[in-house]
DNA sequence: TGCGATTAAATCGTGTGCGATATATCTTGT
DNA sequence: ACAAGATATATCGCACACGATTTAATCGCA
């Protein structure tokens, strides 16, 4: 008898599986930079914009305080961001890099070049994969709201 | 000047975040059955085979037993599956599953259908994606081994 | 046979990730 | 101006995830 209920078959491992090696490549690439992975998606997102509430930092990572404000805490520690309230509205903290939270972008450039070429895949090889995961995840989120 | 440290980019982050929404989704309905997404795993790979080693569980979902022996004390705990070693091998511990965990089977059976739905996509493109996800890795743990 | 190497789980410490809740600040309607 | 609601961040508790180490059992080979 058929089972549908077998973990090859399931997508979601896939993903599950697919990130944890992810993680696990990046790992001691990032070990140099003294960042763990999350550390270094909000260290990236903010070489991009800096300046930034915590609110518009998780908006992009779709991370919510009780993840952020630990994280970017320990990322204080480390000498790379400062946070302080908002003059304006004291509800926010803004995060801004310091000099040495500028000066690792750096260190971090060759990166990408790293995974693209572990990768061996061509520029639409990847935007394609990453097009479908877009799609799944817009399915997912579609599906959610509508089922409350 | 061009940039290319932006997250939108990143294939890694369309799958960290495809996990995310993977696992948000999955919440739910998995509180339903009163496991966690990792827990669901490990009972979907006893489900297929039972009467195995935490090391045959842990190769086939990437995990070891820094991870695996507490969340199967979670499961022995909730009266799902019994750990016992292994008569004759006293280093292995066998995990079962008990009456309660294989009749937890059945109101597990709906829920890849509730994905496949939401997802809404052909055989034939979830396993396109499947298939690039592997490679992916494939690709990834190659060189790894590579650079030790 | 016996002892060092290997193997299987478990344990420990740290860092996410998230539901639930708390606290402080701001906004809105009257 | 002020109370009610909304918003931003922080805190708490629990469950992964994993590097490093520990403990116990088995294996391999001289």
Redesign the interface.
Known sequence: MP?????D??????????????N???RPLLAELGLT?PQY?VM??L??RDDRTVREIGA???LESNTLTPLLKRLEALGLVSRTRDAKDERQVRIRLTEKGRQL?KR??PV??C?A?????SGE??ED??Q???L??Q??????EKQG
């Open positions: 089972d549908n209920l077998q973990l078959q399931f997508l979601c491992f896939s993903i599950y599986s697919a990130e944890h090696t992810f696990e490549f990046y992975y998606l990236v997102s070489w991009s992009e990572l779709s972008k971090a450039e990408p070049a995974v070429d572990a990768l061996g895949l090889e990847l994969l990453r479908k995961l877009l799944v995840q399915r997912l989120k579609e599906t959610m």
